[in-house]
């Protein structure tokens, strides 16, 4: 289902509505600021995931800097 939330028409609301066609299919009742963080997360967890190491290599990178002792 994760793979099918990723289409850029998809939402989460169809993926709940599959669940309830599916017999067995999982329960996928959140509330809806929980329901809104899965679609966003499973859509953009690509590009967080790149912002994510962008940012530990600055992280590093500044780690790395001194302050000059007359500053």
Not at 29 to 54: L, N, P, R, S, W
Request: proline share 4%; net charge positive.
């Amino acid at each position: 289902m994760k793979e099918i939330l990723r289409r850029p028409k998809v939402t989460y609301e169809d993926i709940k509505y599959i669940a309830e066609v599916i017999e067995n299919g999982p329960q996928l009742t959140f509330d809806a600021e929980t329901e809104y963080q899965i679609e966003v997360q499973v859509k953009y967890e690509g590009y967080i995931a790149k912002a994510m190491q962008v940012m530990e290599k600055n992280t590093r990178n500044l780690m790395i800097k001194q302050i000059p002792k007359r500053f």
